[in-house]
């Protein structure tokens, strides 16, 4: 391993595999973790897409005391697991290979649900490359975002939270929807706006539920992109700040 003083693992320890580096995205959840770290302390975690296996890794740095984390790319649940092991050896980490929901065993619940998944509203985007299921959630950016939302009421245990990121342009609004007509509390709590390179402008698609999240200034165009958090129904919730509350 290499770190630098920074404390940075400039390489895997695995042969023939290249380090993943965190989605821009990925950023607007490790600083909300950060800010609020009793949402980790102590809980029970699932990083759903894992990738990079940052959202894990900030968990347990957070204190998470064991964490499941899932993607579809075997390469990246391999360099994920070998980070996490660096990060908390002590740590409990299960790791599930596989689609969504499925890749998690079904009898689990969590505290904390982390997930920045594909939602760039595009058919396809390098076809071959690790961008195609990188970033790619079809033509309205809602392929994988909705199995998540669908799946994730019942994997919240009573009192647990979800924390995840959405283009605003492939519909806010039918995601807050979904959330409360599931019986979850759900609300932006950060916004940021992420330019589109040339690559990915060419393949976005024209749908766009929310046309306000597309935004052209300067002669560039950028995603407005929303931090979500979720919050289970039941008596013992607690708050977004991962403070007990009160009854
Ligand atoms: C935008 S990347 C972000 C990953 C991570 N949060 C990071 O910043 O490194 C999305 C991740 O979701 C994974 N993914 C895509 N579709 C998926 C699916 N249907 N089920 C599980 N993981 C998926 C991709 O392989 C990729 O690792």
Known sequence: MAVDDLGVMTSTGIAGLRPFWPSDYSGLIVRHLMRHPGLC???????????SGVLAGTALQLGATDVVATDLDPDALHLAEDRLARIAPEARV????????DAVESDLRFDLVLANLPNFPA???QSGSRAAFWSVGGEDGRKVLDPFLAGLPKRLR??????????RCVGLRMTLDRLA?????????????????PDKLAALSRISHEPEGLIEMAGFVF??????????????RR???GREKTA
Not at 94 to 101: D, H
Not at 158 to 164: N, T, Y
Not at 183 to 188: D, E, L, Q
């Open 223 to 236: 995603l407005e992109v929303v931090l979500v958090v979720v919050e289970s129904e039941g008596p013992e």
């Open 239 to 241: 708050s977004i700040s």
């Open 158 to 167: 009573q009192g647990g939270s979800a924390v995840f990121t959405q283009n």
């Open 94 to 101: 299960q790791l599930g290979q596989g689609a969504m929901w």
């Open 41 to 51: 302390r102590g809980r029970h975690v699932l990083d759903l897409g894992t990738g």
């Open 181 to 197: 007509e599931a019986g979850c509390g759900a609300r932006v709590v950060e916004t940021a706006l992420v330019p589109v390179g």
């Open 123 to 125: 058919e396809q985007l």
